[in-house]
């Protein structure tokens, strides 16, 4: 898949998002704030627009966008579309390490992994490569690669990171002028939250998807090109724990909406240091989520 038509993509379901916040009868904004929210181009904008309107939730008609019905499920893109083919083959490794439990100094043969992800040898050399840098695995010799393993070392590192990161962008949303994006973003993240808060007893296995979200909302501020490569493999991991841990699922999900909720109240404040000890107390509950799952696997 190209890569700009997995932007498409991305910014399509974003823009039901925000269909969906801004109510039914009311109007988006223009296009260049379109274009500041979902981070992409005016042209881009313009396709989804396009697609808005044929699929009827949208009237679109020179500058006045109104919304003519609040968007469902079957109106987005699935997941499995929005990565480019290198992006699904890492998270598909990455998936394999966490799900199979495999040890550390394991040996990993490059032809047989290339067999189970129907890629080339070289295709797959490029993943490992790649997947490398997060320290699940490293080359070992010329030729050959070895696990390192995921275990509560690893996870408990990866979290002490993920929290250096977050609380980096935090620092600096605080500081960003009313005209910026991130704010009405917050709106939409806020309403998401509350719409599923209401219906918790049915749709509280959806969180680990507006959780992701929420996360990379708010780290995209900081925009930086080092710490944006790591938080993939940040959300696979602490994703992957919470769509297969299911032991206390709802409540667990319930806490983290809560803590969500008073961590945007907080950005709103401006307050640095109060917003950053939002983001330590969900992190560490998310910590303590993690590790527990992972005592529970082994």
């Known amino acids: 898949m190209a890569r700009n038509n997995s932007r498409f993509k991305r910014?399509?379901?974003?823009?039901?998002?925000?269909?969906?916040?801004?109510?039914?009868?009311?109007?988006?904004?223009?296009?260049?704030?379109?274009?500041?929210r979902l981070d992409t181009s005016r042209t881009t904008v313009r396709a989804v627009l396009t697609r808005l309107k044929s699929a009827e939730i949208v009237d679109w008609r020179g500058r006045r966008k109104i919304v003519l019905r609040a968007p469902g499920r079957w109106d987005r893109f699935d997941e499995t579309e929005l990565s480019t083919m290198s992006e699904r083959l890492e998270g598909q490794f990455f998936e394999?390490?966490?799900?199979?439990?495999?040890?550390?100094?394991?040996?990993?043969?490059?032809?047989?992994?290339?067999?189970?992800?129907?890629?080339?040898?070289?295709?797959?050399?490029?993943?490992?490569?790649t997947v490398a840098q997060f320290g699940l695995i490293e080359r070992h010799g010329t030729r050959g690669w070895i696990t390192r393993g995921f275990n509560r070392d690893y996870a408990g590192e990866l979290s002490d990171f993920r929290l250096v990161l977050e609380l980096d962008a935090v620092r600096k949303l605080c500081a960003l002028p009313d005209a910026h994006p991130i704010w009405p973003q917050l709106d939409e993240m806020e309403a998401g939250h509350?719409?599923?808060?209401?219906?918790?007893?049915?749709?509280?296995?959806?969180?680990?998807?507006?959780?992701?979200r929420f996360h990379a909302t708010i780290n995209e501020?900081?925009?930086?090109?080092?710490?944006?490569?790591?938080?993939?493999?940040i959300s696979l991991v602490f994703n992957y724990h919470y769509q297969w841990n299911k032991k206390d699922e709802k409540p667990r999900n319930e806490t983290a909406i809560h803590e969500h909720l008073d961590y945007i109240a907080a950005l709103r404040s401006r307050d640095a240091a109060n917003a950053q000890a939002a983001a330590i107390r969900h992190l560490t509950t998310a910590r303590e989520t993690l590790l527990r799952s992972i005592g529970a696997e082994r």
Not at 11 to 36: F, W
Not at 221 to 233: E, G, H, L, P
């Open 96 to 129: 394999w390490m966490l799900r199979s439990d495999v040890p550390p100094d394991t040996p990993l043969n490059v032809s047989a992994l290339a067999r189970r992800f129907a890629v080339s040898p070289s295709g797959m050399t490029d993943v490992l490569r």
């Open 11 to 36: 910014a399509y379901n974003e823009a039901l998002e925000i269909c969906r916040a801004i109510g039914v009868g009311r109007e988006l904004p223009s296009e260049p704030v379109l274009a500041a």
């Open 221 to 233: 501020v900081a925009s930086n090109r080092f710490a944006r490569s790591f938080q993939s493999v």
């Open 194 to 212: 509350r719409a599923l808060l209401a219906e918790i007893d049915t749709r509280f296995h959806d969180f680990s998807k507006l959780d992701e």
